[in-house]
């Protein structure tokens, strides 16, 4: 799976609950649809560096990079170069 | 003889405190949000803009507006717009889906709907069946938007409108605020400018806030707890740094050192997530010299470490309900001595603990606590049978007292402590939660036969929910489809965490479901 598919089947099947993949535009603002609340961002910065075996410092822990799937994908790869 | 101007008139009204901080502090910051710092003289401007207009809208005196919208300055000046017009604001979450708005629009008969254009998807529909909307804003750009019954709150905001002339009193009613109710359907719970402002003098004397404090503000404006971090911050011409939510801590963080925030006001979810970042990386806030907690118990073990991040601080322990806004605080002194416990009636008020027999109870005997005082509710919206059951005849003829619902043991210093809830309310992430709510929306998924939920410990959030369920024999149900259903139907934070299907369920003997033993 690329990155973008890993990213997209955690959401869809942790906070929206479906494989519908309609359900999820890769530039859906979570925080706009209601998708994350604060309880769900750590759980999101775990996967991520579990999965991709990268560190995420707190002050990373913006919108910019992580508020759509178009921000993950943009942030993990600028993390892994 | 003197000048009128120099009369000095007393507070009634709550918009009244807007007016007064814009005049003795007109360039100073009123909310920090979006990146944009408001002056309370451009505050002033917007929110005397908007009533106007709300008013060549037909908005009357006791007119219902709904507000649906996030934390921002759109929301804060909606608020303070619908009550200068004599009007009461109905907060709801922006969470909150379309079928339990529809629920809200109709229970309280809105005559405008204020709103966000990411919310678009859920209030749209709604629109053409609440017959009795008046007017319709939205904020952001609402250019694509084909409607043209919609209009621009911005538009409404910055055009220059007549100067108000406001009957209104202070027994009037100033806010609807829906909460969860044990039988499924949200109470509106009412509140006047009398009892609201009296509770915010309440709250400041006791918080020791100042018009120097730069409060910050993450809960939502549609739950009393963030609602009122406004309201105090307006009334004291301080400063209110408003961000959505705690989604985002590092955003928060970067606000509390740029706006130097002084006040803290959090939930236990949102201290145990401090707790663990402050593990993954150490991190301190020196400026922060009060940190609030209510909504849940603050676990004793964790004090200690939000001493570290916030050793500067007083850490306030309180208890409330929106009947009543709160119902006592311990003081921060006492943080160490009094481990368990949630204080005293904030001032102005009283309280009492009646135990089964009806009499008082003695220290440390258990029973329901009783709260008196000019903060109490003046009932649920549309519901008089309801609000019979929660305020009750006082020992004082004609004056109402309010039953918490909640066991409470006194100690000999008269020191509260909190036992437990008379019903099955859930109490997750610091919000009510009726499992019948969400045994309704469970029950409707096809080959569901039969529902329980029930709430159990959770370290992070209070309570988790968890839900049983029964399917019908020879059906294929799959936790995934129920889960679907809520996410649909509920708001985030009544969504189960836990789902476990059964053969069946434990009934009593007339039939009912039994939830004893179900964890």
């Not at chain 2, 209110?240 to 939510?245: D, F, G, Q, Y």
């Amino acid at each position: 799976m690329s990155t973008e598919e890993k990213i997209r089947a955690f959401i869809l099947e942790n906070y929206l609950f479906t494989d519908d993949q309609s359900e999820l535009k890769n530039d859906d603002s979570f925080l706009d649809q209601g998708i994350l609340d604060s309880t769900g961002i750590l759980e999101i910065i775990f996967f991520i560096e579990d999965e991709f075996k990268i560190k995420i410092k707190d002050e990373e822990m913006i919108p910019d990079n992580l508020d759509s799937v178009d921000k993950i994908v943009a942030f993990v790869h600028r993390k892994e170069d | 003889m003197k000048e009128s101007m120099d009369i000095q008139r007393p507070q009634r009204l709550l918009h009244e405190g807007l007016f007064q901080s814009a005049k003795l502090y007109p360039k100073k910051t009123a909310i920090a949000a979006e990146g944009k710092a408001t002056s309370y003289a451009e505050f002033e401007e917007m929110v005397r803009n908007l009533a106007g207009y709300l008013q060549e809208q037909g908005i009357e005196r006791g007119d219902r507006c709904v507000i649906f919208m996030d934390n921002t300055l759109a929301c804060a000046v909606s608020i303070y717009a619908i009550l200068a017009t004599g009007a009461v604001f109905v907060i709801v979450n922006p969470q909150t889906k379309q079928d339990k708005l529809a629920y809200i629009l109709a229970d309280c008969g809105a005559s405008a709907l204020i709103s966000d254009v990411h919310l678009q998807r859920v209030f749209d529909p709604l629109i053409a069946k609440t017959a009795t909307l008046k007017c319709i804003l939205v904020s952001g750009d609402i250019s694509c938007h084909e409607d043209l019954n919609i209009i621009s709150f911005e538009a409404a905001s910055q055009t220059a409108a007549d100067a108000l002339h406001l009957a209104a009193i202070q027994k009037d009613l100033s806010a609807l605020i829906y909460t969860s109710g044990s039988t499924g359907d949200p109470k509106g719970v009412m509140h006047t400018h009398l009892s609201m402002t009296f509770a915010l003098g309440s709250l400041i004397e006791y918080l020791r806030l100042s018009v120097e404090d730069k409060i910050l503000l993450v809960l939502p404006l549609a739950f009393d707890y963030g609602l009122y971090q406004l309201l105090m911050s307006v009334q004291l011409g301080a400063t209110l740094v408003m961000e959505r939510s705690f989604t985002y801590p590092a955003i928060i963080f970067q606000r509390i050192r740029e706006h130097e925030v002084t006040v803290f006001p959090g939930v236990p979810t949102i201290f145990s997530l401090l707790i663990s970042m402050n593990r993954r990386e150490p991190f301190t806030f020196p400026s922060i010299t009060r940190v609030t907690n209510t909504a849940a118990t603050l676990p004793a073990h964790q004090i200690p470490v939000l001493k570290e991040i916030f050793p500067q601080a007083l850490i306030y322990k309180m208890y409330g309900l929106t009947e009543c806004k709160r119902v006592c605080y311990l003081e921060p002194e006492l943080i160490d001595v009094k481990l368990s416990s949630v204080g005293k009636a904030i001032p102005g008020t009283e309280v009492f603990i009646l135990n089964k027999q009806g009499e008082p109870a003695k220290p440390g005997e258990i029973g329901m606590l009783y709260v008196r005082g000019t903060h109490i509710m003046l009932g649920y919206w549309n519901a008089p049978e309801r609000t019979d059951k929660v305020l009750v005849d006082s020992a004082l003829p004609g004056e109402k007292l309010l039953c918490t619902g909640d066991w409470f043991k006194m100690d000999e210093d008269g020191d509260l402590y909190f036992q437990g809830r008379s019903d099955d309310i859930i109490k997750t992430r610091g919000e009510k939660v009726s499992p019948v709510e969400v045994e309704n929306v469970v029950a409707s998924v096809t080959g569901v036969r039969e529902v329980a939920v029930v709430g159990v410990e959770d370290e992070i959030l209070g309570e988790a929910i968890k839900c049983f369920v029964a399917p019908e024999q020879g059906v294929e149900l799959t936790v995934k489809d129920v889960r679907k259903a809520c996410v649909e139907k509920l708001e985030n934070f009544m969504v189960p965490k836990y789902f476990e299907f059964v053969g069946s369920l434990p009934k009593t003997n007339t039939g009912k479901i039994s939830k004893k033993g179900l964890s």
